[in-house]
């Protein structure tokens, strides 16, 4: 899993079929702390989360596997939306 902050949405009038009526969302991976890091990725939204919430992202084949995308072409997928993080002290 990956820990992500939504940072912008993306619109795309033509897609896979299999795609239509699916939120597509940018997000950006982070640390624990919040601080961003890697690069971005577009991934499709199965909680109704928004621009700006910290969200849990799970990639590749576990993609696939979460709510309504099976056989659908998606290589990221949000599948939580964080309330939060607590880091043991000294980490």
Do not use: F, Q, W
Not at 56 to 83: E, Q, W, Y
């Amino acid at each position: 899993m990956i820990l992500a902050r939504i940072v912008g949405t993306v619109v795309a009038t033509r897609k896979d079929p299999r795609l239509v009526n699916n939120k597509l969302l940018v997000v950006r991976p982070m640390d624990p702390h919040g601080k961003a890091e890697g690069t971005y990725l577009v991934a499709v939204d199965t909680v109704d989360a928004g621009v700006g919430e910290r969200v849990l992202v799970v990639s590749g084949s576990s993609a696939r596997m979460a709510a309504g995308m099976k056989d659908c072409p998606v290589d990221a997928a949000i599948v939580g939306i964080v309330d939060a993080v607590d880091i043991a002290a000294g980490n």
